[in-house]
């Protein structure tokens, strides 16, 4: 594999997270409860308000932006010390070369970071390829499922957990273990 980089965007670095973004809701929209359609029509401000709403990671090999994921407080709960990582993407050439976990990596150290207990990570209960990922690298399933929306097709997504700090033997916060919550679009 080619070396990649890892690094948090900067907030004036809005419009790598909106190519990056986009280029990920375009080729890959069943991976998504948002749009192509619906995020290409933001304006600038709408990007740059979405940059300090979580801590935006991206990857880049040979000068070229590869990978995207987002960290910030997981809000479907009533639990503030939950980190959610959400809207992870890597290009498709590079799925399956490590980036995935590079990215997740650096996701846990910014949980880590900002207080967070637990890093929690909603994967559609379809996505098996995912779930597989998220349990090798140490999150664990819950009985937690939301539902949503993905390419006009109902659904749910079931919320995977990483505990981050030293309750780490707690295998579900409290604030998961019940059915709900609302449908989230970042």
């Given at each position: 594999?080619t070396?990649?980089t890892?690094?948090e965007?900067?907030?004036d670095?809005?419009a790598i997270?909106?190519?990056l ?5 375009e080729e890959?929209?069943?991976a998504f409860v ?10 600038d401000e709408?990007?740059?308000?979405r940059?300090?709403r979580s801590?935006?990671?991206?990857a880049?090999q040979?000068g070229e932006?590869?990978?995207?994921a ?7 709960r009533d639990d ?10 890597v290009?498709?050439e590079l ?5 995935a976990k590079?990215l997740m990596?650096h996701?846990?150290?910014?949980g880590r970071?900002a207080g967070?207990s637990?890093l ?11 779930v597989?990922f ?6 664990r399933p ?7 929306t993905?390419?006009?097709e109902?659904?749910h997504?079931a ?9 780490a ?5 409290l ?9 989230v679009?970042d």
């Open positions: 594999m070396d990649i890892v690094r965007l900067a907030q670095e809005w997270f909106r190519s973004r986009l280029r990920a809701l890959n929209p069943e948002a749009t192509y359609e619906e995020e290409s029509s933001f304006s709408q990007w740059q308000e940059m300090q801590t935006r990671l991206a880049q040979g932006w590869v990978a995207l987002s960290v910030g407080e997981e809000n479907t503030d010390d939950l980190g959610e990582v959400y809207g992870i993407w290009t498709p799925r399956g070369e490590g980036v590079q990596e996701a846990e150290t910014v970071n967070y637990h929690v990570y909603w994967v559609h209960t379809d996505n098996g390829r995912a597989a998220a349990s090798s690298i140490g999150y819950t009985e937690a499922r939301r539902p949503v993905v390419e006009g109902p659904g997504e919320a995977l957990v990483l505990p981050l700090g030293a309750d033997a707690l295998e579900t916060p604030a998961l273990q019940a059915d709900g919550g609302e449908d679009t």
